[in-house]
């Protein structure tokens, strides 16, 4: 079981996720002209705080995740508050491909997650209408100290790396801003403000 199995019975208890994913959730919709007819993606939702908060804005939104048991409680999630324009898919997409077109695919605090960045951006890119949305949110470039306790593929990203990134896969219209600060203990015990950012740019 990976950690994320392990952990997604009570994520949503945890209230720094969602005030994390309320103030993700603002951004987006500051960032972005959402219409109502735009089928959404979110890629590595979790248990689908970010998109349970944006439900009402987007016509449908598929929520994917590679955590079996994340998606299991979205799916309870779904059913219990009967959206049915919400859907939970378990699939890794750096394993295996997915045939969809979206209006927008947005994410929050999985890409430094991701091994293949450059595989999954140019994913997006092929998953995207023609004018389609891309926003991420994640960690600025950080010194390791977040993830102090196991190592993960990135420690945060750099703006300029990540838009490079972007435009080599075509897209266009890049901007990217602070949209919050986390607040978590390091090795030492001391509390350190960690910047989220969110990037934004179109097919």
């Known amino acids: 079981m990976s950690e994320f199995d392990s952990r997604a ?15 993700i959730a603002s ?7 959402v219409k109502a007819d735009m089928r959404a993606l979110e890629y ?4 689908g705080l970010l998109s349970f908060l944006l439900k009402d804005n987007f016509s449908e939104i598929t ?18 508050a009967s ?23 947005y994410n929050q605090m999985t890409m ?10 140019g994913k997006f890119h092929s998953m995207l209408s023609k004018g389609g949305y891309l926003a991420i949110a994640d960690l600025c470039k ?10 993960v593929p990135h420690n945060g990203f750099d703006m300029q790396e990540l838009s490079s990134m972007l435009k080599k896969h075509g897209f266009n219209n890049i901007a990217h801003r602070q949209c919050y600060i986390l607040k978590k203990a390091v090795a030492s015990g ?8 969110m990037m934004t740019a179109t097919r």
Do not use: C, Y
């Open 9 to 23: 019975r009570d994520w949503d208890n945890e209230q720094r996720h969602l005030d994390r994913s309320q103030a």
């Open 44 to 47: 590595g939702a979790g248990t």
């Open 63 to 80: 929520m994917m995740d590679s955590s079996r048991e994340m998606v299991n409680v979205t799916q309870e999630k779904i059913q219990a």
């Open 112 to 121: 430094h997650h991701v091994g293949n960045i450059d595989l999954i951006i």
């Open 83 to 105: 959206a049915s324009n919400l859907k939970a898919l378990f699939i890794d997409l750096e394993k295996e491909d997915f045939k969809g077109e979206f209006d927008i695919i």
């Open 27 to 33: 951004e987006l919709l500051k960032a972005i002209p």
């Open 190 to 197: 001391e509390l350190k403000d960690f910047p989220v950012f």
């Open 142 to 151: 950080e010194d390791g100290s977040f993830h102090v306790d196991k190592k």
